[in-house]
């Protein structure tokens, strides 16, 4: 009888606390799962005495198990319901986190990385699709709040590994700090004497999924009645509207454009302005600082506003703002221009979402989750093709260049007319 009471309290709202406080947290984990092993890439490559390019080649299962799951997670959510997803997503996530904490070769890191980017892409959908089911009236709000918990994860793990990680930031120093005395065998175990062992931090991941398990379980989630359930027929005639379509290659040319600035922006910094080390890593944190202060901008946007006005305009000046790279002289500008384009880009992604449930109601868990699998298409797209730019072009050039898929949504999204 729980899984019906969102039903026979609609009256009360409180009900809604539980499971929109466990999406939001959910997507704090994701962007930690998802940030985890960029950081600690070259301590993990040593230790299973691999090459760090091999072992980047993680994030490729990684996200082939997300796109996976996030199109099967939503299609199952709306026939069996979104809770049970939500609890076979927290178990993949911890399982996943589990066998990458404790793996010593590189077939079983693979292994860990697909159940991990399973219960990711699957967190990341039915969250997303959650949200929008849950406050229908105020998805612009509560899609921008989600990502700024997403960004919240994204920093906050490689953050944490940079300070707990390296030898010369050591656990001892750091709880010496605290005037907290490390002598109990278990803690000195856990924390090494050069700082926590790269495998800690996925074992923390085991911590938050189980946490999650705990919070869906006791989420109340109505289960869709036998005429709610969609239907494979019904799925394949959505698919092949305009009004799905249309945010999915929307949604596709922005996170291209997105994963360009996050994979690049150390390279770039590095060995084309010449900027110090410490500034070429940061330069990617405050990228996602001022995507977190832009989508919390963002989440204020007056819900009767047109999804498509904002989302073009967004792209459309994210466009200028991001081929300005080409002009930067040093890398301090370029670091300025960083700043607004995360501005500018801000609320893209949560905007695109929040369109595609707007103009699809009804089987939020199908639409959603492959739009954003969609999206997730764009991360394995962007470095097959940008990489040969970077190497054959100047990184300015090449940074002008991956703004174009902004050009190109922001027009497409604009002269689309909902229903065509």
């Not at 901008?297 to 081929?323: G, N, Q, T, W």
Request: hydrophobic share 55%; proline share 5%; net charge neutral.
């Amino acid at each position: 009888m729980a899984e019906t009471a969102p039903q026979t309290m609609s009256q009360h709202q409180e009900w809604k606390i539980l499971p929109a406080a466990a999406a939001l947290i959910s997507l704090s984990v994701f962007g930690f799962s998802a940030n985890v092993l960029p950081a600690v890439l070259l301590r993990a490559a040593k230790e299973l005495d691999v090459s760090p390019e091999l072992l980047s080649t993680v994030f490729s299962i990684q996200f082939a198990g997300f796109i996976f799951a996030t199109i099967c997670g939503g299609i199952f959510a709306d026939r069996i319901g979104k809770k049970i997803i939500f609890l076979a997503a927290s178990v993949f996530t911890g399982l996943g986190a589990g066998i990458m904490g404790t793996a010593d070769n590189l077939p079983v890191i693979f292994l860990g990385a697909v159940f991990m980017g399973m219960g990711g892409g699957i967190l990341e959908g039915m969250s997303s699709a959650l949200l929008c089911d849950l406050f229908p009236t105020r998805r612009k709000l509560v899609l921008n709040l989600s990502q700024v918990m997403y960004c919240v994860g994204a920093v906050s793990g490689p953050f944490l590994v940079g300070l707990l990680m390296p030898e010369g930031m050591s656990c001892r120093w750091f709880f010496a700090a605290l005037e907290v005395q490390v002598n109990g065998p278990f803690l000195i175990g856990v924390l090494m004497p050069g700082g926590v062992a790269w495998r800690w931090f996925f074992l923390a991941l085991v911590v938050q999924a189980l946490a999650l398990l705990v919070m869906f379980g006791l989420s109340r989630l109505a289960v869709p009645h036998d005429d709610d359930k969609i239907d494979l027929r019904i799925a394949a005639k959505i698919i092949t509207r305009g009004s799905f379509l249309v945010p999915c290659i929307t949604i596709f040319l922005y996170v291209f454009s997105e994963t360009t600035v996050i994979i690049y922006l150390n390279y770039y910094f590095k060995l084309s302005l010449n900027a110090p080390e410490s500034w070429s890593i940061h330069s990617i944190a405050v990228f996602w600082l001022a995507l977190t202060a832009g989508r919390v901008v963002c989440a204020f946007i007056p819900e009767h506003i047109d999804y498509r006005k904002v989302i073009a305009f967004l792209m459309l000046i994210s466009f200028p703002i991001m081929a300005c790279q080409s002009l930067a002289a040093t890398w301090q500008m370029a670091l300025v221009i960083v700043v607004f384009t995360g501005l500018a880009l801000s609320g893209t992604w949560p905007l695109i979402v929040g369109m595609t449930a707007h103009w699809n109601p009804g089987y939020s868990g199908t639409v959603v989750g492959i739009t954003i699998a969609c999206g997730a298409l764009g991360v394995v797209a962007a470095p097959l093709v940008m990489a040969p730019l970077f190497k054959w072009t100047p990184a300015p050039v090449a940074f002008s260049l991956a703004s174009l898929p902004l050009l190109a949504g922001g027009i497409i999204v604009l002269i689309y007319k909902p229903g065509k």
